[in-house]
């Protein structure tokens, strides 16, 4: 498998965290890695009010510091890398996060991006609190995230609530089917009963997802009539997951998970790695990025 990964850091031990855990799961895959630096310095946005930064060389010194820092990490990450296909590139922009992945999603046609969360705490701001929530809300392609206090595991078991509603044939899988590929791995789809269950949409998806699924290592559970974190819980408590799947799609049950909201919630709370795939949308034509 062929993946173009962007990981965004602020150079926190969570972020390396991340990072690690994304280089051991995509080990035996090629991979193309971009780790990303955005920055808003307060001298640089207050240089903008009156004239230009380039006036003072500020941008140039600010983007040429974080350039040195990615370089650091990059030669870090290569060295855990070993002698896995893996390729790095580094990239510092003066941006808010979620925009800058918004728009390298398109420009690097990529596959999935890698963050660490942590939890909001008082009235501190977090890079990696609320801003990853943001990325997720935002992304075109799937995110994964390591939340602060997950216990990194060796991947087995996926678990992948669905209401069977969504339309499976477009969502971005290139990944998840990529993950499942290796050996020993599971996807235990999580539904819980809803009255709309009869409805021809949800039947028809249901069968959709079996198809698609059909070769690789997938169980179907059915629980019954329950608020979707509380089956989670329930599921998790009998059986290990090391990582969560969900679709960020606020047209069906899980915009209780936008809209309560309880991804949110999982962002900030959560001890298990989830990752978040966009919505369904008609496949479009993409030209591969430059790697500069």
Do not use: W
């Not at 890398?81 to 808010?96: E, I, K, L, P, V």
């Not at 009539?225 to 290990?240: D, M, V």
């Amino acid at each position: 498998m062929n993946l173009r990964i962007a990981i965004p850091t602020d150079y926190s031990d969570n972020a390396l965290k991340a990072a690690r855990y994304a280089i051991d799961l995509f080990r035996e895959d090629q991979c193309t890695f971009f780790l990303v630096h955005t920055y808003t310095p307060a001298v640089y946005r207050a240089e903008y009010l009156f004239s230009s930064p380039g006036n003072l060389g500020l941008g140039d010194v600010y983007k040429q510091r974080e350039l040195d820092r990615l370089e650091a990490l990059k030669k870090e990450l290569q060295e855990i890398s070993g002698d896995a296909d893996h390729r790095y590139f580094c990239h510092a922009a003066f941006n808010t996060l979620a925009h800058e992945m918004e728009e390298m999603a398109e420009k690097e046609a990529l596959d999935l991006i890698v963050m660490g969360t942590q939890g909001a705490t008082g009235a501190r701001e977090i890079l990696f609190g609320s801003h990853s929530v943001q990325v997720v809300h935002k992304a075109s392609c799937p995110v994964l995230l390591i939340p602060e206090q997950a216990k990194v595991a060796a991947l087995q078991n996926i678990l992948f609530p669905t209401d069977y509603s969504q339309d499976f044939a477009n969502l971005e899988l290139k990944v998840l089917f990529g993950i499942l590929s290796g050996a020993g791995r599971k996807l235990f789809v999580l539904h819980t009963y809803d009255p709309a269950d009869s409805e021809k949409r949800r039947t028809e998806g249901k069968k959709q997802l079996q198809k698609l699924l059909k070769g690789l290592s997938f169980q179907i559970s059915e629980e019954g009539q329950q608020p979707i974190i509380e089956a989670i819980n329930q599921f998790a408590g009998r059986t290990p997951v090391q990582l969560l799947l969900m679709v960020r799609n606020t047209h069906t049950f899980l915009e209780n998970l936008l809209v309560t909201p309880v991804i949110d919630v999982i962002g900030f709370h959560s001890k298990i790695p989830f990752m978040v795939l966009p919505p369904a949308q008609k496949a479009l034509t993409q030209t591969k990025g430059t790697e500069a």
